[in-house]
T-cell receptor
Framework: EADIYQTPRYLVIGTGKKITLECSQT?????MYWYQQDPGMELHLIHY???????EKGDLSSESTVSRIRTEHFPLTLESARPSHTSQYLC??????????????FGPGTRLTVT | AQSVAQPEDQVNVAEGNPLTVKCTYS??????LFWYVQYPNRGLQFLLK??????LVKGSYGFEAEFNKSQTSFHLKKPSALVSDSALYFC????????????FGKGTTLSVSS
């Protein structure tokens, strides 16, 4: 079944640790996105990609980095986690060209807590 | 600057009553408008979209939304609310197909009481 997956769903980690949040989609979408969302708040775009080897920063400044080596995989990495990184991270994807269909498909999210 | 506003942090309705969740936008160019719903500890689920054509669009779970260009609004509606509709609702806009991503409103919590 075509879907978008995020792991882990929940992560509690200490300050200074390096972490990678995984996002994979089996829908064959070219575009992928990372959003940051504080509980019950709006989403802010932090990274996006139009395809393999394409990555761009979003509207919200972030200390994280991303890579896009394979179409289906778009991991997000924090080299040194800090309490200010505590948030929910949502991954999404969409086709590059879809005619009249422009919606994005979201993964379940990773809730990160940095202690 | 492009923006989306959801003026109500919370909307409370009784089950069976009609509901409206408000959204206004500010963009240059033709807007592509979306509504998403988020249940606790879940990702966002697509509800409906307006791209072009009929101003009244129908979506999932009995929801519909009305695009009003003169008022720059895209309010979400449902004729008869269910308790299971209680969730966080986001309005979003994208200016054109080549745009980077969606711009989201702050979200409105819908609470439906039995």
């Amino acid at each position: 079944e075509a879907d978008i997956y995020q792991t882990p769903r929940y992560l509690v980690i200490g300050t200074g640790k390096k972490i990678t949040l995984e996002c994979s989609q089996t829908m064959g979408h070219d575009k992928m996105y990372w959003y940051q969302q504080d509980p019950g708040m709006e989403l802010h775009l932090i990274h996006y990609s139009y395809g393999v080897n394409s990555t761009e920063k979003g509207d919200l400044s972030s200390e994280s980095t991303v890579s896009r080596i394979r179409t289906e995989h778009f991991p997000l990495t924090l080299e040194s986690a800090r309490p200010s990184h505590t948030s929910q991270y949502l991954c999404a994807s969409s086709p590059l060209w879809t005619g009249h269909s422009y919606e994005q498909y979201f993964g379940p999210g990773t809730r990160l807590t940095v202690t | 600057a492009q923006s989306v506003a959801q003026p109500e942090d919370q909307v409370n309705v009784a089950e069976g009553n009609p509901l409206t969740v408000k959204c206004t936008y500010s963009v240059s160019g033709n807007p592509y408008l979306f509504w998403y719903v988020q249940y606790p500890n879940r990702g966002l689920q697509f509800l409906l979209k307006y791209i072009t054509g009929d101003n009244l669009v129908k979506g999932s779970y009995g929801f519909e939304a009305e695009f009003n260009k003169s008022q720059t609004s895209f309010h979400l509606k449902k004729p008869s609310a269910l308790v299971s509709d209680s969730a966080l609702y986001f309005c979003a806009v994208r200016v054109n197909q080549a745009g980077t991503a969606l711009i989201f409103g702050k979200g409105t919590t819908l609470s439906v009481s039995s």
